[in-house]
């Protein structure tokens, strides 16, 4: 019997390993590695181009259930136009970039996926994705100036495209009606100012704690506090990506607007926004007010009490500059380099950043689409004042990255709880982020 | 077996037959274990060693390195302390509450199977589940806990309980496993004892504390060193529970969890690799010195 137990302990113990499992391509293998790719696509040029566009069914990832339906509809009539089929997995947002890295190391990444600004440029410099420029130059359906510049550019590297834009995404603020009435106030305009913002949640405040005026969580950055600093003149990174501006004192600044609302407990707890997130203490009617970004719609558009009490509007200006930024980000549509079906993989982008398709997105209410023009029908797709996201447009910037972004986000989040707990002023915090990100920031640069 | 010395190795067909049928039979395992397990923990080992680059490319050799960064980490010491913390309330607690279930339940009592199949539920739901389940249970706000005793206890956000808590789901969880094993070492226990204890006038919690655990203690030994061994891995259940905006984060993160962090949020593979090279040196240790300490309390027959 100990014989026995000793063998399935000796087990248990290998199995900690187990999940440190990846494959390695040192540089000595790369040339090998190089060779069979051109190998396997030589061979899957002569087998694609004997076989007929219908037997091809394309993988699709992207990481938004809420969308799944609406792109299900808009693949549908891609299918019927080419015959190419279409299949997608939904992976959540956490493991979705830890799925795309192994299988990206174990060259399975799926033949379409969506790309986003925090990790494209590791995978377009490492040669994960599908070179698009030439498609793109002789694509009649896809021309470079309708859509923004900087979208373009999120998915460019040493010249070349390697993705096409998606969608748009850009910051407004909502608030419950109810609550409003139940104070006496009058709702937020477009005119409000981040300080009418907080004389707002002071009287929205009930000091038993059952409702705070607003709500802001300590990684809430894009949808957040981004939006402070730019409005109020500081930066969060340079424009070659080699500095980080929070320790900028128009950066800090801003940052203590954010730290006023910790102080006076206008904003609940870190405790309590760790546990839920800002769109179910609005629904769940404990915050009078969020910012959201314009992908969440499609949560509230569904929910009974955001479609009772809830509406949106432009967010605040700075004081000081007068200035409105919306940061914003749009997602691209993107091929692994080595899928079997590179012909097919086009089409189908082409098709999704296609005129028709962009204006079907924002017609079904999926997201604002990123070809110039074709937002409009989403403002209707729910009843909300949804224009205000449009609103939001006239001055976006957008949002910052590097090579490592996830990396120093992380970190920023970290530090900026530390200020929720009191463990830091906003002023150590905000140093203390400027010099963990130019750490990284020059790490990248060494490379 | 001396026969077989004398013959030196000349096999006779039929030992050769066993030979390959033995190998053939384990092949399967064989290769699961090389494959899953045995490749991986070298690659880890070797990858510890090393800078690495973007999705495997470019690694840079740095010796020991990584090493010396994770020594003089405070955040890794943190996490270790986090993990022993857990271990701690964990294993103790889910093999005596389990033993004791397991004893009452291996009596002849109505709806004996009913209980068993009960308790053994939680471990077939995916740990996922049962951490979004209990994270709702124990929500500060709109919680179930909360809500019953009428308190306002920040169970898994404030950095001085939360890992307690996590402990509690993990006891909770692992009670059916645990109480399997130990139904079947107890039925290995030949009822005449028990007759004989009870003919020289034992009471039951005698005949537990001088029949049973002595002759379960091969199982309880068992049991121990595997949970140790999968206590020191605790991931899944801080990860589900634990958002990277909670404030008792750094007091819960375990070293897996350190790894996750800095292999796939941090991409630094090479740290995150060390980390788990040093967690599997301290798993040894720990078993190795279990091995040696149960000479003094496990009875084999």
């Not at chain 1, 993989?345 to 950043?353: C, P």
Request: hydrophobic content about 40%; glycine content about 6%; charged content about 20%.
């Amino acid at each position: 019997m100990l014989r026995k137990y000793a063998l399935t302990m000796g087990l248990s113990l290998l199995g900690l390993m187990a999940c440190g499992q990846k494959t390695d391509n040192s540089g000595g293998n790369s040339s090998e590695g190089s060779g069979t790719t051109a190998q396997e696509s030589a061979k899957e040029t002569a087998k694609a181009e004997g076989e007929n566009n219908s037997d091809v069914t394309l993988s699709v990832s992207i990481w938004d259930t809420n969308q799944e339906p609406g792109l299900e509809e808009i693949m549908a009539d891609f299918t019927k136009e080419t015959g190419i089929k279409t299949k997608i997995t939904v992976v959540r947002w956490a493991d979705y970039w830890t799925a795309m890295e192994a299988a990206a190391q174990g060259g399975s990444l799926p033949d379409v996926f969506w790309m986003h600004s925090n990790e494209s440029e590791r995978y377009m410099s490492n040669g994960m994705l599908l070179d698009l420029t030439d498609y793109i130059k002789n694509s009649e359906v896809i021309k470079k100036e309708n859509y923004p510049t900087d979208i373009w550019s999120l998915y460019g590297y040493e010249g070349k495209d390697y993705a096409v834009p998606k969608d748009i995404d850009t910051i407004a603020l909502w608030y419950n009606k109810k609550m409003f009435d139940e104070a006496g106030l009058a709702y937020p305009t477009a005119d409000w100012t981040w300080d009418d913002l907080t004389e707002a949640a002071r009287k929205l405040k009930k000091p038993d704690g059952s409702q705070y005026g607003f709500c802001l969580r300590p990684n809430n950055d894009q949808a957040g506090y981004y939006n402070m600093i730019l409005d109020r003149g500081g930066y969060i990174l340079n424009d070659d990506k080699t500095k980080s501006g929070y320790d900028d004192p128009k950066s800090i600044e801003a940052m203590q607007i954010l730290e006023t609302w910790i102080k006076e407990d206008l904003i609940p707890s870190a405790e309590t926004m760790s546990e839920n997130s800002e769109d179910v203490l609005f629904q769940s009617g404990k915050v009078a007010m969020i910012t959201q970004g314009s992908w969440m719609i499609a949560a509230h558009k569904k929910n009974d009490f955001s479609l009772a009490n809830a509406d949106c509007v432009e967010l605040p200006k700075d004081k000081v500059t007068g200035r409105r930024v919306s940061i914003y980000n749009g997602l691209g549509w993107a091929a692994a380099a080595n899928t079997k079906h590179k012909d097919e993989a086009w089409k189908l982008i082409e098709y999704m950043g296609s005129e028709k398709a962009q204006r079907k997105q924002a017609e079904l209410g999926i997201t604002m689409s990123a070809y110039k023009g074709t937002s409009e029908a989403w403002a209707k797709s729910a009843p909300f004042n949804l224009q205000a996201y449009l609103n939001m447009m006239e001055d976006m910037e957008i949002l910052p990255f590097s090579r490592s972004t996830v990396s120093w986000e992380d970190a920023n989040t970290e530090l900026v709880t530390k200020v929720y707990t009191g463990e830091l002023t906003m002023e150590e915090a905000c140093k203390k982020m400027a010099a963990q990100m130019n750490e990284k920031l020059a790490e990248e640069h060494a490379k | 077996m001396a026969e077989e010395k004398k013959k030196g190795f000349s096999f006779t067909s039929r030992e050769k037959n066993e030979f390959i049928w033995g190998w053939l039979f384990i092949l399967p395992t064989i290769i699961g274990l090389v494959v899953l397990n045995i490749i991986p923990i070298i690659n880890t080992i070797y990858q510890s060693f090393f800078k690495t680059g973007d999705f495997g490319r470019g690694n840079i050799f740095v010796g020991l390195q990584n090493y010396q960064k994770v020594f003089a980490d405070k955040e890794i010491w943190q996490a270790l302390l986090n993990t022993v913390r857990y271990a701690i309330v964990e294993v103790p607690f889910s093999i005596a509450i389990s033993l004791v279930l397991a004893v009452l339940l291996n009596k002849k009592i109505k709806g004996r199977s009913v209980y068993r199949t009960i308790i053994f539920l939680p471990m077939v739901a995916a740990p996922a589940a049962i951490a979004m389940v209990w994270r709702w249970l124990y929500n500060s706000d709109f919680g179930l806990l909360n809500h019953i005793f009428h308190s306002k206890i920040n169970w898994v956000s404030s950095p001085s309980i939360a890992v307690y808590s996590i402990a509690v789901i993990g006891i909770w969880s692992i009670l059916g496993y645990n109480m399997v094993l130990f139904l079947a070492g107890l039925q290995e226990i030949p009822g005449d004892y028990y007759e004989a204890a009870e003919i020289d006038g034992a009471t039951g919690i005698s005949s537990f504390f001088n029949i049973t655990l002595p002759l379960l203690s091969p199982t309880i030994f068992f049991v121990l060193v595997t949970r140790v061994i999968a206590s020191l891995q605790v991931f899944d259940l801080i990860y589900m529970v634990i958002d990277n905006t909670n404030p008792a984060l750094g007091k819960t993160q375990s070293l897996v969890y350190l790894f996750y962090r800095y292999s796939f949020v941090n991409k630094n593979i090479g740290y995150g690799s060390t980390i788990v090279v040093v967690l599997l040196l301290l798993t040894l240790l720990v078993t190795v010195l279990q091995m040696i300490g149960q000479k003094k309390w496990v009875y084999y027959n």
